[in-house]
């Protein structure tokens, strides 16, 4: 597709909105569409995306806010008359090839009343579809300026039928649809955040979380232990099942490598994933080391990668038989991750009550339970309500991308 993307300034301006612009553009870039930036102020700030200033889409523009002062005196709309057929005709130019243009804030904001009265002519041409993607309005506020409840301010009230409405949240939904008078045809789509570049993830970690879906799983349990006996990765696979039994989506990471010069080692590896076989749990259990993404790249798990795994996991699990000490334990702390592990006079003396321990002699379900017990907690439940509802991609996915087909199948119909 071919999406224009509008708002009063883009990148390097820095602002709420001028974020959720860039955040847009290259979001749909990455996923092949074409995609150009129009605004007043900003710059070429993606070498790989369009952009196009034009002053007169500012919302500082001396002229602008001068012909909105004449406004204020006269309502008279003959006023801006010429600038917005300007508009229109920059519009028509400017977008002559695109398929969607996305407009942010402008039709409900009374910075640039000439733009927003172009981008309404502009829709009713139908040559391409118009979203109004609606972050804020002055009406919702008790001490917005007395001056737009009249003559042509009142346009930022209207709701346009040519015009596709999005709104960023479930009340912003509500708060839209009093103002038009209904919030029928009113699409949610919520801002969002890229996982991947907050927490700065490596490229080897990004594609293993895309190959395996990991951002789409209930639980990431992470267990960075050698393959050995000791570690017990046998009962590892039995919870993992234990959940997946009471209808939770978990995954867990195996990052340790066994020793391909030690038969034994090699005997109980073969042995583990047959036990993962067996409980019908291969897909959940993922042998990092042995790991290859579709792109033929072989993950080798350094300190970089092993920090990402962390960062992106829900829970540390260690359900070692015996251990010296408990490094994982400490690193898990460091990055705030919560603990679940086995009673052993080490694990104890590292947490000393800071962690969730089970028995050794505990059954899997039980061991399962302390999981999902502690998977629901307050820090952990907001965490995966950023990763799995307001991460980008899959926002895009499940609601931007189904809308934006919809809407460009709905122009060719009408062409």
Same mark, same amino acid.
């Given at each position: 597709?071919?999406i224009?993307i509008?708002h009063y ?13 860039? !955040?847009?553009?290259n979001?749909?870039?990455?996923d ?8 007043g102020?900003?710059? !070429? ?21 001068e012909?909105h ?10 006023i ?5 057929r300007?508009?229109v005709e920059?519009l028509d ?7 969607i ?6 039709l409900t904001?009374? $910075?640039?009343?000439p733009?927003?009265y172009?981008?309404?002519?502009f ?9 109004s ?6 009406? %919702? $506020?008790?001490?917005?300026?007395d ?27 509500s ?14 789509i ?21 190959d ?7 639980l990431?349990?992470? !267990? ?23 209808g ?7 990052t ?6 030690? #038969?034994? %080692? ?10 993962s ?9 993922? %042998?990092?080391?042995?790991y ?10 350094? #300190? ?12 540390? %699990? ?7 000490f408990?490094i ?11 603990i ?17 321990i089970?028995d ?6 039980e ?10 907690s ?10 799995r509802e307001y ?5 895009? !996915?499940?609601r931007?991308l189904?809308?934006l ?7 060719k119909?009408?062409?």
């Open positions: 597709m071919n224009a509008c300034s883009c990148p390097p301006v820095v602002g709420g909105v001028e974020i959720i612009v860039g !955040q847009q553009a979001l749909l870039k990455r092949h569409h074409n995609v150009k930036v129009l605004a102020k900003g710059g !070429q700030f993606s070498p790989y995306i369009e952009t196009e200033i034009n002053p007169m889409l500012s919302s500082t523009n001396i002229h602008i806010n012909l002062e004449q406004l204020k005196r006269t309502g008279d709309l003959e801006i008359e010429p600038d917005i300007k508009m920059f130019s400017s977008l002559r090839l695109s398929d243009l996305i407009a942010h804030n402008i904001m009374p $910075y640039n009343l733009l927003t172009a981008i309404h002519r829709a009713a041409k139908g040559n391409i579809k118009v979203i993607w609606n972050h804020d309005s002055p009406y %919702f $506020y008790e001490d917005y300026p001056y737009i409840n009249q003559g042509p301010w009142l346009i930022l009230k209207e709701k346009n039928p040519n015009i596709c409405y999005v709104c960023i949240s479930e009340s912003r939904k708060y839209f649809g009093r103002l038009y008078g209904s919030n029928h045809d009113l699409d949610v919520p801002n969002g955040i890229f996982p991947s570049d907050f927490f700065q993830l490596g490229p080897t970690t990004i594609r293993l979380i895309n395996e879906g990991l951002f789409d799983a209930d990431i349990i992470i !267990q960075p232990s050698r393959l050995h006996p000791r570690k017990n990765i046998e009962l590892s696979i039995k919870v993992i099942k234990a959940i997946k039994e009471k939770i989506n978990a995954v867990l990471l195996l340790g490598a066994h020793d391909p010069h030690e #038969r034994s %080692f090699i005997e109980y590896y073969s042995k583990l994933k047959n036990l076989t067996q409980e019908r749990v291969a897909d959940n259990i993922i %042998f990092i080391t042995e290859i993404s579709k792109n033929q790249h072989h993950l080798s798990v350094d #300190r970089n990668i092993l920090k990402d795994l962390y960062l992106i996991s829900d829970i540390l %699990f260690m359900p070692s038989t015996q251990e010296g408990g994982p334990l400490l690193e898990a702390g460091i990055l705030k991750l919560p679940v592990c086995s009673n052993i006079p080490p694990f104890r003396e590292i947490c000393n009550g800071d962690a969730c089970f050794l002699k505990d059954t899997p379900e061991i399962a339970d302390k999981v999902i017990d502690l998977s629901k307050h820090v952990l439940s907001m965490y995966k309500k950023a990763i991460n980008w991609d899959l926002i895009y !996915q499940k931007f189904p809308l087909k919809t809407l460009t199948m709905s122009v119909n009408s062409r």
